[in-house]
């Protein structure tokens, strides 16, 4: 059973312990000082490969950690996730969350890249033990960053509740995280702390969401598109989620709970959201058209609510 702290009094559990602490180079800023022995492990990239989990088990049986720590975005806390996994043992995890976007800290997924090529991983025990959430982390984020991770979010709230895994759980996950995101936005962008924190509880409940239903099509359309215009993960998934609104109708009660009447007022409130965070559409050559409906993992589209042909991905591209 998960236990979420919302103070740094979790870090109390972790004396007499010995951490691997997992954190990419953002850590340096927090200025967190951990109460125990720790050995750092920061040797992944934002896209961890599957390498670099391996090579992070090696540094936790070598050096006999018998905690981990993971302090980041969503790719530090998949890392530290597979380690666990990887490793083959019930060692337990403290998901800190740097973002609140992801929500890597309320799932048992994690993704990797192995061969060049994305692989998801699903198992129990990749749910972490304990989370904290902690406003003061958002403080240094960039602004942009937090444009991206809070759109993220809402657009993971948006899939999960028309997911055809829809549970009456998840919805209400799905209610909470949008009207969270839709009441602190302003006040988030501005590093509030009360909203900060507001932000992050929207993020974890978004990834409460999506741990039960997974993600849709907005999300397999948004990897192929990050990676050929180097835009970050909210970005890119933001841009495609209107789209395929637009095309398959329906989902009032979500229309409603952004405020609309409709889903065509819903998909406007969503693309006039992206002009005013400032948040651009690449120029996707015609080129790169078929690459990018081609790149759809249709296993993702398995829970999408209607039938998406790779022809209706590419016009959906071409709408961008």
């Not at 709970?257 to 965070?277: D, I, P, S, W």
Request: charged share 20%.
């Amino acid at each position: 059973m998960q236990q979420t702290f919302y103070d740094w009094s979790a870090f109390e559990m972790l004396k007499n312990k010995k951490s691997l602490l997992v954190c990419d180079n953002a850590f340096d800023f927090l200025n967190i000082t951990l109460p125990c022995d720790c050995v750092r492990f920061s040797d992944f990239q934002p896209n961890p490969l599957y390498e670099e989990a391996e090579a992070g088990v090696k540094v936790l049986k070598s050096n006999g950690c018998d905690f981990i720590v993971a302090i980041g975005g969503g790719s530090s806390i998949d890392v530290a996730k597979c380690i666990k996994h990887f490793n083959g043992s019930d060692i337990p995890l403290m998901a800190i969350p740097t973002t609140s976007g992801t929500g890597s800290e309320a799932t048992h997924f994690a993704v990797v890249y192995k061969n060049g090529e994305k692989q998801s991983i699903a198992a129990d025990n990749l749910l972490p033990d304990f989370v904290v959430i902690e406003p003061s982390v958002l403080k240094t984020l960039p602004i942009y960053q937090k444009k991206c991770t809070m759109l993220d979010a809402l657009c993971q709230a948006i899939e999960s509740w028309w997911s055809k895994r829809a549970t009456a759980e998840s919805i209400g996950y799905s209610k909470q995280a949008i009207e969270l995101i839709l009441g602190n936005m302003e006040s988030y962008l501005a590093n509030e702390d009360e909203s900060n924190r507001n932000m992050l509880l929207a993020s974890n409940f978004a990834g409460k969401a999506i741990n039960i239903t997974t993600t849709t099509a907005p999300h397999a359309m948004s990897y192929k598109l990050s990676a050929l215009y180097n835009l970050p993960h909210g970005h890119a998934v933001a841009l495609c989620l209107p789209k395929v609104w637009r095309y398959m109708g329906g989902f009032d009660e979500i229309a409603n709970a952004l405020g609309c009447e409709n889903h065509e007022k819903a998909v406007a409130f969503l693309e006039r959201l992206l002009v005013k965070l400032e948040t651009a559409t690449p120029c996707i050559s015609s080129n790169d058209l078929d690459v990018l409906a081609n790149s759809v993992n249709t296993q993702r589209l398995d829970n999408h609510p209607c039938e998406l042909s790779v022809e209706v991905i590419k016009d959906l591209y071409s709408k961008l």
